[in-house]
T-cell receptor
Framework: GENVEQHPSTLSVQEGDSAVIKCTYS??????FPWYKQELGKRPQLIID?????GEKKDQRIAVTLNKTAKHFSLHITETQPEDSAVYFC??????????FGKGTRLHILP | DADVTQTPRNRITKTGKRIMLECSQT?????MYWYRQDPGLGLRLIYY???????NKGEISDGYSVSRQAQAKFSLSLESAIPNQTALYFC?????????????FGPGTRLLVL
C-alpha cells in the first residue's frame, strides 16, 4: 500500500522568511496530493491540493510543487506570519480512494 | 466545522472496558473515516466506509470495530480498551462526487485509557 514520508518533523523559521516541507510517496498510481493544516487544539483543515496533471499550484502565500518522476511533492510558504504556526500534514491518494497521511511537520514561526 | 460532530469530546476509561465513540454529520456525504492521532505519528486511518453497506479496514484496525448505522452516523468501538489506545480520535467525511475530495474533520475525541 501507499507510504508517505514527510520531512522535517519540526521546522523553525524567522517571521517573514520562507518555509518548505517535503514529502515522498511510494505508490506510482497516486494522483492526488492534499495538504492539511492543524492549529493547536483544532481539527485538520485542507489548505491546498494538487493533482498529478499539474506540476505546481499557488494560492496567495502558499504553493505546492509535484515531481511525479521522483515521487515527491513539497509545500512552500512565503513571507511567513505568526498564524502560520501549526502542524502541517501531506497526504497521497489514488484519487477515488482513501488518503494516506504523512507524520506531520510542526512549524514554528519565530518573532 | 460544525457539520461534523463527535461525542464524547473527552473520555477517561479503564483497561478492559468497552467504549464507543460516535460521529454524526449533516453534510450529506457518503464517505466517513476514523483516524487516530498520536504525537509524531500523524493521522493513521483505522476504518473507513464509502457508503452505508461498505466497511473497510485501514492501516491500524486491530482492536477496533465500527458500525455505519446510517449515512450520517459512523461509530467506532473499542471492545476491550488498552492503554496504548490512548490517543486523539478524529472522524472525517468526504463527498463521493469525484476523485480527490476534501476531507472534513470533526473536532476530535480525546481518549485516555488507564
Amino acid at each position: 500500500g501507499e507510504n508517505v514520508e514527510q520531512h522535517p518533523s519540526t521546522l523553525s523559521v524567522q517571521e517573514g522568511d520562507s518555509a518548505v516541507i517535503k514529502c515522498t510517496y511510494s505508490d506510482s498510481a497516486s494522483n492526488y496530493f492534499p495538504w492539511y493544516k492543524q492549529e493547536l487544539g483544532k481539527r485538520p483543515q485542507l489548505i491546498i491540493d494538487i493533482r498529478s496533471n499539474v506540476g505546481e499550484k499557488k494560492d496567495q502565500r502558499i504553493a505546492v510543487t509535484l515531481n511525479k518522476t521522483a515521487k515527491h511533492f513539497s509545500l512552500h510558504i512565503t513571507e511567513t506570519q505568526p498564524e502560520d504556526s501549526a502542524v502541517y500534514f501531506c497526504a497521497a491518494s489514488r484519487g477515488d480512494d482513501k488518503i494516506i497521511f504523512g507524520k506531520g511537520t510542526r512549524l514554528h514561526i519565530l518573532p | 466545522d460544525a457539520d461534523v460532530t463527535q461525542t464524547p469530546r473527552n473520555r477517561i476509561t479503564k483497561t478492559g472496558k468497552r467504549i464507543m465513540l460516535e460521529c454524526s454529520q449533516t453534510k450529506g456525504h457518503d464517505r466517513m473515516y476514523w483516524y487516530r492521532q498520536d504525537p509524531g505519528l500523524g493521522l493513521r486511518l483505522i476504518y473507513y466506509s464509502f457508503d452505508v453497506k461498505d466497511i473497510n479496514k485501514g492501516e491500524i484496525s486491530d482492536g477496533y470495530s465500527v458500525s455505519r448505522q446510517a449515512q450520517a452516523k459512523f461509530s467506532l468501538s473499542l471492545e476491550s480498551a488498552i492503554p496504548n489506545q490512548t490517543a486523539l480520535y478524529f472522524c472525517a467525511t468526504s463527498d463521493a462526487g469525484g476523485p480527490g475530495e476534501t476531507q472534513y474533520f470533526g473536532p476530535g475525541t480525546r481518549l485516555l485509557v488507564l
